[in-house]
């Protein structure tokens, strides 16, 4: 597997996660610090998902026929009856915004970055049947490059993610050295060329979570059933945390709308 250090990874050093926990196990803390990812399962009960389906899908809605209006049906990386990313939902529905100060996030915020972190983005990705699709390897850093590398994103199972319906895949032990270098495909920067049987599938059921580090290589497979499979995903930085674009210049993390704190000085901090 070739994989080449991104130009602004310099210096780069992985930060172990070290008790005191207060949500995660030690072993959960060993495989993150070693694999870059963990399942974390029934985190959430049927009601709270229900409801965090219940606000996104009529946004979900607006993204799909907005996307019928372009070319194609397609915009970047996201294709009208195949793959949508519903990006933002906290700026358009309370719901979700409570939903990301969760104690759940907030401890594992605590647990796997420190006591003080912000909701840094979220989306949401909605998977419909078609079976060629998939989403290419790449790290959540890759995308956007933010300063300290080191993130955490919650890949939160809507509906059950199974490999037949495209759940994430992970490339284990890589993340420890930051960023890589990506390339532009048609569905999406990629980073890994050919895993060489090293992916480790997380199939997740509805109301768990798939929690990865921002430097974790993850894809997920096409959707081969005749459901859709709905994931909504929240990223969360460390206060302090800023987008660094290729000119050097960088943008703070902070915007009070959507980048509000989720755990400050140890504490989550309720909506
Ligand atoms: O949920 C998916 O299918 C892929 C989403 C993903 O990996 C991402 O948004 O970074």
Same mark, same amino acid.
């Given at each position: 597997?070739?994989?080449?250090?991104?130009?602004?990874?310099?210096?780069?050093?992985?930060?172990?996660?070290?008790?005191?926990?207060?949500?995660?196990?030690?072993?959960?803390?060993?495989?993150?610090?070693?694999?870059?990812?963990?399942?974390?399962?029934?985190?959430?009960?049927? *009601?709270?998902?229900?409801?965090?389906?219940?606000?996104?899908? $009529?946004?979900?809605?607006?993204?799909?026929?907005?996307?019928?209006?372009?070319? #194609?049906?397609?915009?970047?990386?996201?294709?009208?009856?195949?793959?949508?990313?519903?990006?933002? !939902?906290?700026?358009?529905?309370?719901? &979700?915004?409570? /939903?990301?100060?969760?104690?759940?996030?907030?401890?594992?915020?605590?647990? &796997?970055? +420190?006591?003080?972190?912000?909701?840094?983005?979220?989306?949401?990705?909605?998977?419909? $049947?078609?079976?060629?699709?998939?989403?290419?390897?790449?790290?959540?850093?890759?995308?956007? /490059?933010?300063?300290?590398?080191?993130?955490?994103?919650?890949?939160?199972?809507?509906?059950?993610?199974? *490999?037949?319906?495209? !759940? $994430?895949?992970?490339? $284990?032990?890589?993340?420890? *050295?930051?960023?890589?270098?990506?390339?532009?495909?048609?569905?999406?920067?990629?980073?890994?060329?050919?895993?060489?049987?090293?992916?480790?599938?997380?199939?997740?059921?509805?109301?768990?979570?798939?929690?990865?580090?921002?430097?974790?290589?993850?894809?997920?497979?096409?959707?081969?059933?005749? +459901?859709?499979?709905? %994931?909504?995903?929240?990223?969360?930085?460390?206060?302090?945390?800023?987008?660094?674009?290729?000119?050097?210049?960088?943008?703070? !993390?902070?915007?009070?709308?959507?980048?509000?704190?989720?755990?400050? #000085?140890?504490?989550?901090? %309720?909506?």
């Amino acid at each position: 597997m070739k994989l080449t250090k991104h130009p602004m990874n310099t210096g780069f050093d992985w930060q172990d996660r070290q008790g005191p926990f207060k949500l995660i196990t030690d072993a959960q803390a060993a495989q993150y610090n070693n694999q870059g990812f963990f399942v974390l399962e029934n985190v959430f009960s049927a *009601e709270e998902i229900a409801a965090v389906e219940a606000a996104i899908d $009529p946004l979900e809605q607006q993204t799909e026929a907005f996307l019928r209006t372009q070319a #194609d049906g397609k915009l970047f990386i996201a294709q009208a009856d195949q793959i949508t990313f519903t990006i933002n !939902c906290v700026l358009h529905n309370e719901v &979700l915004k409570r /939903f990301t100060q969760h104690n759940v996030f907030a401890d594992l915020c605590h647990d &796997l970055m +420190g006591p003080d972190c912000r909701l840094y983005w979220d989306q949401a990705v909605y998977k419909k $049947p078609e079976p060629e699709r998939e989403f290419p390897w790449h790290q959540d850093n890759g995308y956007t /490059f933010v300063s300290p590398q080191q993130y955490l994103t919650c890949w939160v199972a809507l509906t059950d993610a199974t *490999e037949d319906n495209g !759940c $994430p895949w992970v490339v $284990p032990n890589v993340h420890r *050295e930051g960023t890589y270098e990506h390339w532009m495909t048609d569905m999406g920067w990629r980073c890994v060329d050919d895993d060489e049987g090293s992916a480790l599938c997380a199939p997740v059921k509805a109301g768990g979570i798939v929690v990865f580090s921002s430097l974790t290589p993850h894809r997920t497979g096409p959707n081969k059933t005749s +459901g859709i499979r709905k %994931a909504y995903i929240a990223q969360f930085a460390p206060d302090g945390a800023a987008l660094i674009q290729p000119d050097g210049s960088s943008t703070m !993390c902070d915007d009070p709308a959507r980048q509000y704190h989720v755990v400050k #000085d140890g504490a989550p901090v %309720a909506a």
